[in-house]
């Protein structure tokens, strides 16, 4: 019984097909590990009918997977300040999304809480902490960092451009025992899921380091707003400095330029906060003088209001970042929405649609790096 070859159980294409659509896929891990098969599948994807399959197959608890940095956000917590779990598991404090839910465990609810983690737009005061899903935070470097199945899970997610949260639960049998690998591959043909290994995503990954990025949809369908290629940014230092002026729309452009970022290869963010946009050119010139970035993003939100602030800011924080990008010859992004409603923040921060503007202001600055890299033998001054 091998489990490592590939035309044993599905392709790692055909997976990241399946998941793509919201369908399940089976992750197995080695003998020598937990022995176990799990089923995964897109947490925004996740329908009551989803939801209620996974818990009738699976061990009834489901758990939710994620960054630590998406689980924080939503004011969820490291479930133990020792981890004893054999296998170092990042369990997280159990949560239920309140606004969707009634008692939080039927399957509707469940799948209620697993969306909600998909939402930004989200507090933590709309999640109970205890609650029925079980949150576990992935290594942030995926299987290449852990070869458990709760980072396959997150890594399905990356690979195939989707939302980086995953619905996951052990395949149980009919008498409570596990499932192994010759009973899911037999499950996995009854109910036409695809079945594959860590190992073979471990593989993937190693072969083709780069993850897609999610559509952008303003880009797609018309000609505006900037497509986003894949660029390789590994060793870049990049630094994230946010405004905290208009926070819930700033909040969220941070995690896009991050999310972004990861999905180039980026590893070392640094994030610094300011009061208000206003702050932002000066804060970036002493990063820069401390000489340790490649990049820099400056994130603000600035919301026309009823007198000449809207007009004299926005002039001279542009002029600023300009002077910056030219005298100290480093990429330092302008990542300042400038809109004239609190409509528009929403939209261009994916609060209330899908297009997060922070994701392009991440891939420009990997891409503005990279140039300046390959034109000047410093790059870092
Ligand atoms: N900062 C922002 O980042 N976005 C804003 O929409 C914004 N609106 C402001 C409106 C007024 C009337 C004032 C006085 C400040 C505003 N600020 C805003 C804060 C500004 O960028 C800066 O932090 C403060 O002026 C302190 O230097």
Redesign the pocket.
């Known amino acids: 019984m091998s489990m490592s070859s590939t035309t044993d159980g599905a392709s790692v294409k055909e997976s990241i097909d399946a998941f793509y659509a919201g369908k399940f896929v089976i992750v197995a891990d080695g003998a020598d590990r937990k022995n176990e098969c799990d089923l995964v599948f897109a947490a925004d994807q996740a329908t009551t009918q989803a939801m209620a399959f996974a818990i009738r197959q699976g061990s009834g608890i489901v758990y939710a997977v994620a960054s630590p940095d998406a689980l924080q956000r939503f004011g969820l917590y490291p479930a133990t300040n020792v981890n004893t779990n054999r296998f170092a598991i990042g369990a997280y404090v159990s949560t239920t999304y309140l606004p969707g839910s009634s008692t939080g465990l039927s399957a509707a609810d469940r799948a209620a809480t697993a969306r909600a983690l998909c939402n930004h737009s989200n507090t933590a005061d709309s999640f109970s902490k205890p609650g029925h899903m079980f949150p576990v935070a992935a290594h942030t470097d995926g299987v290449l960092g852990r070869p458990g199945h709760t980072e396959a899970a997150y890594d399905l997610c990356r690979m195939s451009g989707r939302m980086p949260v995953a619905c996951l639960t052990e395949l149980t049998q009919e008498d409570g025992s596990m499932l192994r690998w010759q009973g899911a591959r037999e499950f996995g043909r009854t109910h036409g899921i695809p079945v594959i290994t860590v190992e073979q995503i471990i593989q993937h990954r190693q072969a083709f380091p780069q993850f897609p990025n999610a559509p952008n949809p303003d880009s797609i369908p018309s000609i505006r707003g900037l497509d986003l290629p894949a660029f390789d940014g590994s060793g870049l230092k990049i630094a994230i400095i946010s ?1 905290r ?2 926070s819930l729309v700033t909040r969220n452009l941070v995690v896009g330029a991050k999310e972004a970022l990861h999905s180039c290869n980026v590893r070392d963010i640094s994030i610094e906060y300011v ?5 932002l050119p000066a804060a970036a010139q002493v990063l820069l003088e401390s000489r340790r970035f490649d990049g820099i993003i400056c994130i ?4 026309k ?1 009823q ?1 000449m ?1 809207f007009e004299y ?1 926005s002039e001279a924080v542009t002029q600023g970042i300009m002077r910056l990008n030219l005298d100290y010859k480093v990429p330092v992004v302008y990542g300042i929405l400038s809109v004239l409603t609190e409509e528009q923040a929403k939209q261009r921060s994916g609060i209330s649609s899908t297009h997060n503007s922070g994701k392009e202001w991440g891939i420009t600055c990997v891409e503005s790096c990279l140039l300046t890299k390959r034109y000047l033998k410093a790059s870092r001054l």
């Open positions: 405004a002026w208009n009061a208000g946009s206003y702050e603000g939100c600035l919301i209001g007198s602030h800011v």
